[in-house]
């Protein structure tokens, strides 16, 4: 591995170690998705400025107003989202800089991802070509929509707040897909489980959670 990859000091394998056992104390289980995070060089995904907080378990500025999530949120989601099997198809909303779905892309057979400000969706795609990730989709686009062409997914992970759920996303779920999504405004967000049965969708409420909000159209 080439050494910006590998990370020195503060970006070490010894910080991501760290990290990991962190998660492990807040409660994050699943061994496979541990060892993605313990591998996965999170300080790739922001600003060389802001490296050496990249393991901390904050949201960082990703630039375009927007944040990192914080390890803890990605793996929380993740192993929600795992939880009842593997997953093949995984609809992400909110590329973002790309770190959730890096740590998807490890863990699921393909990911579609989809991101409405242009610039960001770019550098997460450049990123994530340089870690040889290629089970990746993009798509530039408002995640309102979903993306139908690829329809229909056994996982949806939204990474920004609606206040309530898009239509077009639960109906691009097959029945036994797993959705995770924050749902709320800036007066409080839960995270959701939403899942598709024979006969509807079942509801869940996991536990409050900070997204920025879910924003309508692209730039
Ligand atoms: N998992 C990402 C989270 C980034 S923050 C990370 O760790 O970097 C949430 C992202 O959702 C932002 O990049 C924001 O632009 C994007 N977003 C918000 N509303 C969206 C929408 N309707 N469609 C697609 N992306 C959206």
């Known amino acids: ?6 990370g020195i000091g503060m970006t070490s394998q010894r910080t991501r170690d760290r990290m990991v056992k962190r998660l492990q104390m807040q409660g994050i289980r699943n061994p496979q998705l541990l060892s993605v995070m313990a591998t996965t060089p999170r300080h790739i995904f922001v600003d060389e400025a802001l490296a050496s907080r990249s393991y901390e378990d904050t ?5 375009h107003n ?3 999530s914080q390890p803890y949120i990605v793996a929380r989601m993740t192993e ?4 009842n099997g593997p997953r093949q198809k995984v609809l992400e909303i909110g590329t973002g800089c790309g770190y959730q779905t890096a740590v998807l892309a490890q863990l699921v057979d393909q990911v579609y991802t989809v991101e409405r400000i242009g610039p960001l969706l770019k550098k997460a795609k450049d990123r994530l070509w340089e870690l040889g990730l290629k089970n990746i989709r993009y798509l530039h686009s408002d ?4 993306w139908p062409e690829f329809a229909p997914y056994d996982g949806v992970l939204v990474a ?5 759920i898009p239509e077009a996303l639960l109906a691009q779920m ?5 959705m995770i999504i924050p749902i709320g405004d800036e007066n409080g967000q ?3 489980r939403v899942i598709r049965t024979e006969s509807g969708f079942e509801d869940d409420v996991i536990e409050p959670v900070v997204f920025v909000p879910f924003l309508t159209g692209k730039q």
Request: hydrophobic share 50%; glycine share 14%.
């Open 59 to 63: 949201a960082l500025p990703i630039g």
């Open 80 to 83: 929600l989202l795992l939880e």
């Open 174 to 178: 097959a029945v036994g897909a797993v």
């Open 1 to 6: 591995m080439n050494f910006r990859l590998q």
């Open 160 to 164: 920004a707040a609606p206040t309530e």
């Open 143 to 146: 995640g309102g929509w979903g």
């Open 66 to 68: 927007q944040t990192i």
């Open 190 to 192: 839960q995270l959701h």
